[in-house]
């Protein structure tokens, strides 16, 4: 069973209330920290895909997620799968949304974030 997680975050501005402890990423920054929010759930999101091998072996698919990260709290919120980039089954599909949702990037960033990212789920080749 491999995972590979990869994305790409997109940054737009807004205005953060004066006085508040924000953090000012680049959009690299904001992609990198993304990512490694999204990756503390990785135990969750394979086994998501290991349930699905339990029930169909040879299984394999993507799942295509876009979401927000608001500026104020730092909350993924707007979690949408992406019905054309996902391949994989509804259940993997439910489980990734489910394991991501509630996560905070922290601290806040000044910019309100748009994220997409895509988790493609294929067996492991077996050892030699």
Do not use: H
Not at 96 to 122: H, M, R
């Amino acid at each position: 069973m491999k995972q590979w997680l990869f994305g790409i975050v997109l940054v737009t501005s807004s205005s953060a209330s004066a006085g508040c402890s924000f953090a000012l990423r680049s959009p690299e920054m904001y992609r990198d920290d993304t990512t490694a929010l999204l990756s503390t759930r990785e135990e969750q999101i394979r086994a998501c895909y290991d349930a699905e091998l339990a029930r169909n072996p040879g299984a394999e698919g993507k799942v295509t997620l876009s979401f927000l990260v608001l500026e104020d709290t730092g909350r993924l919120t707007d979690i949408v799968v992406d019905e054309d980039g996902t391949t994989a089954s509804k259940e993997v599909t439910s489980c990734v949304v489910q394991s991501i949702d509630g996560l905070v990037l922290t601290p806040a960033d000044q910019n309100k974030g748009k994220g997409k990212f895509v988790w493609e789920f294929t067996p492991r080749a077996p050892k030699a």
